[in-house]
Antibody, heavy 120, light 108 residues
């Protein structure tokens, strides 16, 4: 059964870098045609797409975040990661990783989400 | 950039009501639209994709329609379990996956 699990620091200081990892179990990232993505949800607000990547490592970013975001994949660990630089309080949110169906499909499997607070 | 706009932002309805939520894309997206349901404190759940295809396990009272720029999600007879927030999302176009701002369905 496919499962995704986010991990990383829950508290990040302003101007520092937020780093999260999504560990995938139940399917090999490298052998699939699926895409993988990160989505966040600030407290009391809606869903915001951050970026996505293919199993080969090709990346796609939300334009408003592109200057601060980088995604990467580690097929040996069956993980993919998010780095968001120069964070501010506006980056406080629950961060989700998710699997997208093949060929840029919708997100059909989600991790449970991890809350990240930006505060000094 | 493509923008996804949902209406209304909040909807008050009673059990048994027929409910319709609208999603409009600022540019044509064909039928590449999905709908998600999210309950408070829970993970979003895919309901419909490709505008009208019901995800496996989603109740048949949910249906979707539309193409191009205008889409709707309909709940034929609202059930207590359906009070939640619903999001549309465009995918497979413009190399991004943008969400609408959400529609909260409340108890009237």
């Amino acid at each position: 059964q496919l499962q995704l699990h986010e991990s990383g620091a829950g508290l990040v200081k302003p101007s520092e870098t937020l780093s999260l990892t999504c560990t995938v179990s139940g399917v090999s990232i490298s052998s699939s045609l699926y895409f993988w993505g990160w989505i966040r949800q600030p407290p009391g607000k809606g869903l915001e797409w951050i970026g996505g990547l293919s199993s080969s490592g090709r990346t796609y970013y939300e334009p408003s975040l592109e200057s601060r975001v980088s995604l990467s994949v580690d097929t040996s660990k069956n993980q993919f990661s998010l780095n968001l630089t120069s964070v501010t309080a506006a980056d406080t949110a629950v961060y989700y990783c998710a699997r997208a169906l093949p060929d840029f499909g919708p997100y059909d499997v989600w991790g449970q989400g991890t809350p990240v607070t930006v505060s000094s | 950039d493509i923008q996804m706009t949902q209406s209304p932002s909040t909807l008050s309805a009673s059990v048994g009501d027929r409910v319709t939520i609208t999603c409009r894309a600022s540019q044509g997206i064909g039928m590449w639209l999905a709908w998600y349901q999210q309950k408070p404190g829970k993970v979003p759940n895919l309901l419909i994709y490709q505008a009208s295809i019901l995800e496996s396990g989603a109740p048949s009272r949910f249906s979707g329609s539309g193409s191009g720029t205008d889409f709707t999600l309909t709940i034929s007879s609202l059930q207590p379990d359906d009070f939640a927030t619903y999001y549309c999302q465009q995918y497979n176009t413009y190399f991004m996956w943008r969400f609408g701002q959400g529609t909260k369905v409340e108890i009237k």
